[in-house]
């Protein structure tokens, strides 16, 4: 019965329309009335900042999905503690992702610098890079702040390219993020730093363990993303077979540390200039060109671009797939997301306007995601508790959660929501007496469930 309300919904579009209705049109979050929030350093209690998150309009063609949005969470953003100036400000970007990618037969395309693709909150993707390498003719970095130019420019690929995670991991925040001139982006796979298996962030210790979604190792990752080439991007968890058997594994990159001490080849073997000795400065795993892939015939280890063809919730009948790679201990694993090539074929995908006819997608604007409340693992901590009640979801939310904390007596204390693309709320009970309390979710639908806590002062 949840699915009736949508399909009625529905209903005014033609049959037509109804039938094009796929992953890459259904999966954006949308979302035209709540606006994203910043954290400044050294202060734990976000800070609005006035732009819409998420979505703002999802529109479609026969060969094209038009996402516009200000490419901001509604997760809260920074510190940035690298002394970061920016923060995350309005994109006014549309996306014109390809709806029936193919792939490339021809010469490899490299991921570039910036934007390579889209979270469905509107985010951007970035590869690996940061912008900065190393320059042979004078022996130190360049590019970025404090160093001199790159030849060729900023975009210029050189033999050693620095990877952004190790080198700038002090500045993304709890949701491993950051802006560039503006621009919040990830690199990497978008949920907290503290969710994981072992914590190498402690920026979270302050701020909300916040981020699109929450890895969970025993169901198949969300879709959370397309890569300019128009194919879906997956977080860490999969079917372990390509044909949708065999249970949920971690998908392992294929890619692993070269066993160089000098930087003087590439990771093909090839002679190029010299890069910096191998130390702790420049420690194994600070440029890209650290890495080689090595061929499996493992399903659960990818291709050269980071993904694979095989079965997914969202296309049962398959398709090629990228996934946020991690670790055993879920901390983010070279290449990260795509890359460093990609699979089909690249295109920039962000246009300033629509030039053709359009149907606009307003399914998701009801609030109805066809979940039910027990998919969302939902966690209620600290319990007892004395300050603060956390409601932390443990998967990729897609309708807003209404959150209620009621006494004994059945009396509303306080309320609050986790909004859709994010994963956890909370309630201050600094001022609420000792006694039992129920935490109430509800869904758009109806459907609850009630958690009981203990407060204790």
Not at 213 to 237: E, Q
Not at 307 to 330: L, M
Request: one cysteine or more; proline letters at 6%; charged letters at 15%.
């Amino acid at each position: 019965m949840k699915k009736l309300p949508v399909l009625l919904f529905l209903l005014p579009f033609s049959l037509a329309s109804f039938s094009q209705v796929t992953p890459e049109i259904t999966s954006f979050l949308q979302d035209t009335v709540s606006t994203g929030s910043y954290y400044m350093q050294g202060n734990s209690t976000p800070i609005t900042n006035n732009i819409l998150v998420n979505c703002q309009r999802v529109e479609y063609s026969t060969n094209f999905v038009y996402v516009s949005t200000q490419g901001v969470p509604s997760y809260p953003t920074g510190p940035f503690l690298d002394g970061n100036p920016s923060q995350a400000s309005a994109q006014n970007a549309i996306y014109q992702i390809p709806r029936n990618p193919i792939q490339n037969t021809g010469t490899l395309q490299s991921t570039v610098g910036g934007n390579i693709g889209v979270f469905i909150n509107g985010v951007s993707l970035f590869d690996y890079r940061d912008g900065v390498a190393w320059n042979s003719s004078t022996n130190s970095l360049c590019g970025g702040p404090g160093n001199s130019p790159c030849p060729g420019g900023p975009m210029a690929t050189q033999d050693w390219n620095r990877d952004a995670i190790p080198s700038e991991m002090a500045g993304f925040d709890c949701s491993k993020g950051h802006p560039a001139m503006g621009n919040y982006h990830h690199h990497q796979n978008p949920s907290a730093f503290k969710l994981d298996q072992t914590v190498i962030s402690t920026i979270c210790n302050l701020y909300d363990a916040n981020g699109l979604y929450t890895i969970d190792s025993t169901v198949h990752s969300p879709l959370i993303g397309y890569a300019y080439d128009g194919f879906p991007i997956y977080g860490a968890y999969a079917y372990a077979n390509t044909n949708g058997t065999g249970g949920i594994t971690r998908m392992k990159s294929g890619y692993s540390l070269r066993n160089i001490v000098t930087r003087s080849t590439s990771p093909t073997g090839a002679a190029v200039s010299s890069g910096p000795a191998v130390n702790t400065t420049y420690f194994l795993g600070y440029f890209r060109e650290d890495y080689e892939y090595i061929a499996s015939t493992a399903p659960d280890v990818l291709d050269i671009h980071n993904g694979r063809f095989c079965v997914t919730p969202e296309y049962p009948n398959g398709t090629y797939a990228y996934f946020a790679t991690v670790d055993s201990n879920w901390n983010s694993a070279y290449p990260y997301a795509v890359g460093p090539t990609f699979y089909g074929n690249y295109a920039n995908r962000k246009v300033t306007s629509i030039n053709e006819t359009t149907t606009r997608y307003l399914g998701n604007f009801t609030g109805l995601a066809n979940s039910s409340i027990d998919d969302y693992k939902i966690t209620v901590f600290p319990n007892p508790a004395s300050d603060l009640i956390a409601i932390q979801i443990g998967s990729l939310v897609k309708e807003d959660i209404a959150i209620e904390l009621i006494d004994a007596s059945g009396k509303l204390i306080e309320q609050t929501a986790v909004k859709k693309g994010s994963s956890i709320a909370y309630f201050d009970i600094q001022t609420v007496y000792s006694g039992v309390y129920f935490v109430r979710l509800s869904l758009v639908h109806g459907e609850q469930i009630t958690k009981k806590v203990i407060v204790k002062k």
